[in-house]
């Protein structure tokens, strides 16, 4: 078990991810499946896209600067 605030990292290396807020599971799951742009915007009040790692697979979130919401 880790606590990662970094998201990206958390999508590289974990199989399984749990997004807290205000002391509750807000989603958990595989990383494709948790990090999702709702979610994101729910848990860390955050826009974004989020797409897939071209190596990887694994989600890359990409934080929309406050003008292009």
Do not use: Q, S
């Not at 606590?3 to 509750?24: C, E, F, K, M, Q």
């Not at 999702?36 to 797409?51: G, H, K, R, S, Y």
């Amino acid at each position: 078990m880790l606590v990662l605030h970094d998201l990206n990292l958390a999508a590289r290396y974990a199989d399984h991810l749990v997004a807290v807020t205000d002391g509750r599971i807000a989603a958990e799951g595989a990383p494709a499946d948790v990090l999702t742009p709702e979610t994101i915007a729910a848990v860390f009040a955050l826009n974004c896209d989020v797409i897939d790692d071209p190596r990887t697979g694994a989600p890359v979130i990409l934080p929309r600067p406050p003008a292009a919401d």
